[in-house]
Every structure is written in structure tokens, then in C-alpha cells.
């Protein structure tokens, strides 16, 4: 039994597969990555990606699925795009947000003299607004990874959740 997904290019997006490297490329910008797996195939067949395998192993299985997905969001990202909104929420101390190339720096965070910081990937443009974030990229996991670090950031330790709700929270993936 064989297992294969087929990926439908989207127009405007070019697909190249040298030996272990997928690279996408649109309107947007360029995305490489390493989509190797053992016994797993990768070819392009006209305006479709063809990920098979012979094998009937779950994990293989899985990882053409895996790359299913991978493909997609790459073609999603190098066409459109990728933006996620984030929302400032505090009650207790007014939050300072300071943004920088490759940090976002948040002072005043539960009146803390430290600041806290949050990296910010390379490819991923950060911008503030009123009590907002706006966190926008081609590269989907890079855009998660930056909010994923602006919300750990501010993390509540040591206090009652309850009643300290302050934070910056991912609100609208979009």
C-alpha cells in the first residue's frame, strides 16, 4: 500500500526540491527547508507536490502528513502571509512596551524594576499599537515562536493567577 498527499501550488508560487532542501518562493519572499525522512519521496508532477511512501510504518506515515502541512504553510506564507494579534491586558501596573530589532522589551510589567524581553525571530515584523501587537511574517512558525516568547515573557510567577490576570495575550490568528 502506498501512502501519498498531493499539495496543489497555488499561482504566483514557485516550488523547487533539491536532493533534502523544499524551497518556495512568492510574491511575499523565499522559504527553505530540510524535508528529509527515510523512505519518504518528494516530487513535483505539474502544478502538484507528491509526498509518498511504500513504507507501513505510523511514523513515516505521520511524517507525510507532516510534510503535507509544512508544504502548505509554506505555499500560505509566501502568498499571503501570516499576522497574529496579540492584546496588552493590565489592571494593577500600566505595561511599557519598548521594541527593538530583535527583542521587545516590557518594563512595568506588575511593577517590577526589571525589565522583561522577549526575542523576536529573525523574518518577523513586530508592531505596536494601543494595547496591541501585531506580529506578521511569511514563516508561520517563526510568527508562533515570537508570540509564543512575547507571552512567556510575561508569565505570572509566585502570585495568585486569579487576581493578577495581567499579561500580553495571543488574541487572533489571522
Same mark, same amino acid.
Given at each position: 500500500?502506498?501512502?501519498?498527499?498531493?499539495?496543489?501550488?497555488?499561482?504566483?508560487?514557485?516550488?523547487?526540491?533539491?536532493?533534502?532542501?523544499?524551497?518556495?518562493?512568492?510574491?511575499?519572499?523565499?522559504?527553505?527547508?530540510?524535508?528529509?525522512?527515510?523512505?519518504?519521496?518528494?516530487?513535483?508532477?505539474?502544478?502538484?507536490?507528491?509526498?509518498?511512501?511504500?513504507?507501513? =510504518?505510523?511514523? @513515516?506515515?505521520?511524517?507525510? *502528513?507532516?510534510? /503535507? %502541512?509544512? $508544504?502548505?504553510?509554506?505555499?500560505? +506564507? !509566501?502568498?499571503?502571509?501570516?499576522?497574529?494579534?496579540?492584546?496588552?491586558?493590565?489592571?494593577?501596573?500600566?505595561?511599557?512596551?519598548?521594541?527593538?530589532?530583535? =527583542?521587545?522589551? @516590557?518594563?512595568?510589567?506588575? *511593577?517590577?524594576? /526589571? %525589565?522583561? $524581553?522577549?526575542?523576536?525571530?529573525? +523574518? !518577523?515584523?513586530?508592531?505596536?499599537?494601543?494595547?496591541?501587537?501585531?506580529?506578521?511574517?511569511?514563516?508561520?512558525?517563526?510568527?508562533?515562536?515570537?508570540?509564543?516568547?512575547?507571552?512567556?515573557?510575561?508569565?505570572?510567577?509566585?502570585?495568585?493567577?486569579?487576581?493578577?490576570?495581567?499579561?500580553?495575550?495571543?488574541?487572533?490568528?489571522?
Amino acid at each position: 500500500m502506498i501512502n501519498e498527499r498531493r499539495v496543489v501550488i497555488p499561482d504566483g508560487v514557485q516550488i523547487q526540491v533539491d536532493d533534502k532542501v523544499l524551497e518556495v518562493s512568492g510574491p511575499k519572499g523565499t522559504l527553505r527547508r530540510n524535508i528529509w525522512y527515510p523512505q519518504i519521496e518528494i516530487a513535483i508532477d505539474g502544478d502538484e507536490v507528491i509526498i509518498r511512501t511504500e513504507s507501513q =510504518r505510523k511514523r @513515516i506515515a505521520a511524517m507525510v *502528513g507532516t510534510f /503535507q %502541512s509544512h $508544504t502548505k504553510n509554506m505555499c500560505k +506564507g !509566501v502568498s499571503e502571509g501570516f499576522e497574529y494579534r496579540m492584546k496588552v491586558v493590565y489592571s494593577h501596573f500600566p505595561i511599557q512596551l519598548k521594541l527593538h530589532p530583535d =527583542r521587545l522589551d @516590557i518594563n512595568n510589567f506588575l *511593577g517590577e524594576k /526589571q %525589565s522583561r $524581553t522577549a526575542k523576536i525571530r529573525e +523574518g !518577523v515584523t513586530v508592531r505596536l499599537g494601543n494595547d496591541e501587537l501585531t506580529i506578521t511574517g511569511i514563516d508561520k512558525e517563526a510568527v508562533g515562536n515570537t508570540a509564543a516568547n512575547i507571552e512567556l515573557a510575561t508569565k505570572i510567577r509566585k502570585r495568585d493567577p486569579r487576581v493578577f490576570q495581567d499579561g500580553i495575550y495571543l488574541t487572533e490568528r489571522v
